[in-house]
């Protein structure tokens, strides 16, 4: 073989190789490679999940399991809603992947699928006292035109992590510690309320329910006073759907001097003690059943076994509550607290004074000119 054919297959061997490199290259640059829809999350058995933290850093939320259930521990271990830690669950384990983007970790950071730099980062971790990342994903940017939503799996393995998707379904991640608790406290019914009592350090007043809950009285009003309907309407109905900002368990400092009481027609009792402090509203809640409970028999007439059914299902709710909420400290909102704790001042005004009748009426203009006519002679 002559030098040139020699030369001419060496410079062909280096352009292969040339050629090779750029091939790998590319097929691991964004967006040239695609596979079939498949799951992010594999394998992973949700009985293992000892805890999950949402976000990162100081703003991290972390859920812990406690036996069947899981707590807030950003909330002094408040009672998450399992409602929402199963759609938690459930979304990120739903998560397609479209296509595969890249898998060079050298694209995380502009895609933003870095921990630090993503919208949604959610990691389940087994059981203490090891608790070690068993699976999680991470949300980054959106693809361009809206074609989807770039992920990532957190995984132990660095091939599987590195990788970066193209996903559709990526749901939307709650990342504050509130997001995974029942806000709501309290929600009565208007027509069920018998009364409400408010008392404080300058006094206390009663509202009180008549005509089959359609008005509603102020009791002892001073003389001279009237009440503001529409005050007392909104004091009345203050636990018709009554939530909370925040939770804590510490009460240290706070002076609770105010008290919102709400009797319900099923003989259970409501009681809000109020505090303030630094423009801040701050309730503790209890519950208590006033009537008797007498069980029902089967030689009852229907309407005495759902009168007595009634009252066993107040019974069990006011006794769930007490429990529930027993040693929690609520703060709520601005506006909710001024329903609570509205002095009487508040609540009445001047009563209309009669318009004073004439003492006399008026002469008219022809009595006038009588009068100013120079008396006839006969």
């Not at 640059?29 to 992010?40: D, F």
């Not at 899981?70 to 938690?88: C, G, H, Q, R, W």
């Not at 009481?261 to 409501?270: D, E, I, W």
Request: hydrophobic share 35%; charged share 30%.
């Amino acid at each position: 073989m002559s030098n040139k054919n020699l030369t001419i297959l060496g410079a062909a061997a280096v352009l292969m190789v040339v050629w090779a490199a750029i091939q790998s290259r590319v097929s691991s640059r964004p967006g040239t490679e695609s596979e079939g829809p498949s799951y992010l999350i594999l394998g992973l058995d949700t009985s293992d999940i000892g805890s999950i933290v949402v976000g990162t850093g100081q703003d991290a939320v972390t859920l812990k399991r406690e036996g069947a259930d899981f707590v807030v521990t950003n909330k002094d271990n408040y009672p998450a809603v399992m409602s929402k830690i199963s759609e938690l669950i459930t979304s990120c384990l739903d998560i397609k992947t479209a296509e595969l983007y890249t898998d060079e970790s050298a694209y995380h950071e502009d895609l933003g699928v870095t921990e630090e730099a993503a919208s949604g980062v959610v990691k389940f971790l087994t059981h203490e006292p090891n608790s070690t990342v068993l699976a999680g994903v991470i949300i980054g940017k959106s693809k361009e035109l809206g074609q989807g939503t770039y992920v990532r799996l957190i995984s132990a393995d660095k091939a599987l992590s590195d990788k970066v998707y193209v996903a559709s379904n990526v749901p939307q991640i709650g990342s504050r510690p509130v997001d995974y608790i029942e806000q709501e406290l309290i929600s009565v019914n208007r027509e069920d309320i018998n009364s409400v009592t408010v008392s404080s350090a300058n006094g206390e007043y009663t509202l009180k329910a008549e005509d089959e809950g359609r008005r509603v009285v102020l009791q002892n009003i001073p003389a001279g006073k009237r009440a503001k309907g529409s005050e007392c309407d909104r004091v009345f109905a203050a636990l018709a759907s009554f939530r909370f900002d925040d939770v804590k368990k510490k009460s240290s400092g706070l002076v609770f001097n105010r008290r919102f009481v709400c009797k319900l027609k099923n003989s259970a009792v409501y009681t809000l003690n109020i505090a303030q402090e630094d423009n801040k509203t701050y309730v503790r809640c209890q519950a208590e059943f006033t009537g008797t409970v007498i069980r029902p028999t089967k030689d009852e007439s229907e309407e005495e076994l759902k009168k007595k059914e009634a009252k066993l299902k107040a019974w069990d709710e006011a006794q769930k509550f007490a429990e529930e909420h027993q040693g929690w400290v609520y703060e709520i909102a601005e506006w909710k607290a001024k329903d609570l704790t509205k002095e009487l001042s508040e609540l009445i005004e001047d009563e209309q004074k009669p318009k004073e009748v004439k003492q006399a009426e008026e002469p008219n203009s022809a009595s006038v000119m009588q009068l100013l006519e120079p008396n006839s002679v006969k």
